[in-house]
Structure formats: C-alpha cells, structure tokens
C-alpha cells in the first residue's frame, strides 16, 4: 500500500468531519478546504543510498 493509498475512504472522512467541525466552530463556515497529501518515504539507490522523496498531491480528495 503507498502512502497516498493509506489515505482511504475511511481516513477522508474522519479528516472531512474534522475539518467541517473546526470551520464551523470558528465560524469560516463559508470556505471550501482544500485537502492535499503528502507521501513521504524511501527510494533505495543504485549506489546502495537511499534517498527520501515527497510526492505532494494537491486536492487529494474533496468533501463532494
């Protein structure tokens, strides 16, 4: 499983319902977030090194 898959339907809608809880409560109810992930993990290297990759994705998933 990637990381970016790890982020299943489950976790969105637990990071959704605290995003919606913490608009309202500070009243920004009238914003749409916007919800990004990163990945973050190793690449092993030719060379034996590794090296640490980020693969950012923007707008990952929405609240529609």
Same mark, same amino acid.
């Given at each position: 499983? +990637?990381? $970016?898959? +790890? &982020?299943? !339907?489950?976790? /969105? =809608? =637990?990071?959704? @319902?605290? !995003?919606?809880? *913490?608009?309202?409560? +500070? =009243? @920004? /109810?009238? @914003? /749409?977030? =916007? *919800?990004? &992930?990163?990945?973050?993990?190793?690449?092993? #290297?030719?060379?034996?090194?590794?090296? #640490?990759?980020?693969?950012?994705?923007?707008? $990952? *998933?929405?609240?529609?």
């Amino acid at each position: 499983v +990637s990381p $970016a898959e +790890s &982020v299943d !339907a489950n976790k /969105q =809608r =637990r990071i959704i @319902l605290t !995003a919606e809880d *913490f608009l309202s409560k +500070s =009243r @920004l /109810q009238h @914003l /749409q977030p =916007r *919800f990004d &992930v990163a990945e973050v993990y190793e690449e092993d #290297m030719p060379d034996g090194k590794t090296k #640490m990759r980020v693969h950012y994705i923007k707008n $990952a *998933f929405s609240i529609n």
